[in-house]
């Protein structure tokens, strides 16, 4: 069993790797990278080498679920930009001494739109939604290493067109209790629509991942670095600049520029096994969010969390715009 899953996961990530190479297009389906764990909201959105007692981080990692996830189920909801909202359900199942299967479901809404026909008269007002069912199976190849796999069923609803994608996460985690380390690869998102919108063929944002998570020996401190974006090294994004009249648009390409928007930082600070607070900063999100409006805290965002044995809760907060304050929460059960 153990050789035939190592057979297996390395050829599917050198099959996947030469897939991802290739891919250098724009993208939709873009809502698959909004994480649903408050704990990675809150460590800039990405995460792939988290490792914890808690379902809802599989999302981010196949390879995070094993055995020790039996029995647990996790809920999120987040209040995102506009009126958008987000929630789902994940739960684990053991499957022997090495393995572990999963189930979520994950519903994205975007709140009431106005419609309108070609001439701008009212038709009427939709209310356009994405939703995912997903099954996830991991199991652990060696004493420190896991791979995982995630199949997901996309269904997206806007207005009077509709459209069905099928995506596969990879992943491998590798971690070493002894140094308190973790180092993991993630391929996201490979697939594709079988069912389109129209002519128009979207294509699914196909990513490839790299984590570091390293715990401070005697501190109470933990910091990860996520590398993400990892098909295309140019990110440019346009600098608004400070609004006043004589500024204009400048694009930013730079070596410094590109290389921050492809990494995530995150510190978790843990006084005890029972609680976290933890603060991250995403580069990508902040120059995204470039309008002059912007404030200091674009780019940051904070969580926060409480552990007992059977239970958890999480929350997080982040402001990506001066105009847009979101707010996750989670929650764990073992049954």
């Known amino acids: 069993m153990i050789m035939n899953f190592r057979a297996w996961i390395s050829g599917s990530f ?3 790797a030469f897939c991802c190479l290739a891919d250098d297009g724009s993208t939709a389906y873009n809502f698959l990278d909004v994480t649903s764990s408050s704990r990675v909201y809150g460590l800039g959105g990405i995460n792939i080498s988290l490792i914890d007692d808690d379902i809802n981080l599989i999302e981010q990692n196949p390879a995070f679920l094993g055995p020790e996830l039996g029995k647990q189920v996790g809920v999120n909801y987040m209040r995102y930009l ?14 022997g001494e090495k393995s572990a299967w999963a189930v979520a479901v994950q519903y994205f809404g975007y709140g009431e739109i106005r419609g309108t026909d070609e001439t701008g008269a009212d038709i009427g007002s939709f209310s356009p939604k994405d939703i995912y ?5 991991g199991h652990d190849i060696t004493d420190r290493l ?16 509709t459209a069905f994608a099928m995506a596969t996460d990879l ?10 380390l973790s180092l993991s690869l993630v391929i996201t998102n490979l697939g594709g629509q079988l069912k389109r919108f129209n002519d128009v063929y979207d294509r699914l944002p196909v990513d490839v991942r790299l984590g570091w998570t390293q715990g401070l020996g005697p501190y109470p401190f933990r910091i990860s670095v996520t590398a ?15 609004g006043s009249a004589d500024t204009m648009p400048e694009e930013k390409d730079s070596f410094g520029s590109n290389l921050l928007r492809h990494l995530v ?25 470039s309008a002059y409006s912007r404030t200091f805290l674009s780019g940051m ?33 073992t049954l």
Not at 82 to 95: K, N, T
Not at 146 to 161: D, F, M, V
Not at 306 to 312: E, P, T
Request: net charge negative.
């Open 82 to 95: 506009g009126d958008s909202d987000f929630a789902g359900v994940r739960y684990g199942m053991a499957a």
């Open 265 to 289: 930082f995150g510190m978790e600070f843990m006084p005890a096994d029972a609680f976290y607070v933890g603060l991250g900063y995403n580069y990508k999100t902040r120059t995204d969010m």
């Open 14 to 16: 050198i099959a996947a």
């Open 146 to 161: 896991r791979g995982g796999i995630t199949l997901k069923a996309i269904y997206s609803s806007y207005e009077s067109y």
């Open 301 to 333: 965002s904070m969580c926060a969390g409480f552990n007992a044995n059977r239970f958890s809760i999480g929350g997080a907060v982040a402001q990506p715009h001066s105009g847009a304050m979101t707010f996750m929460f989670n929650l764990r059960m």
């Open 228 to 242: 993400w974006n990892l098909t295309k090294w140019h990110l440019p994004y346009t600098d608004a600049g400070d």
């Open 171 to 180: 992943g491998i985690s590798y971690f070493d209790s002894d140094r308190d």
């Open 133 to 137: 069912v997903a099954g996830t199976f």
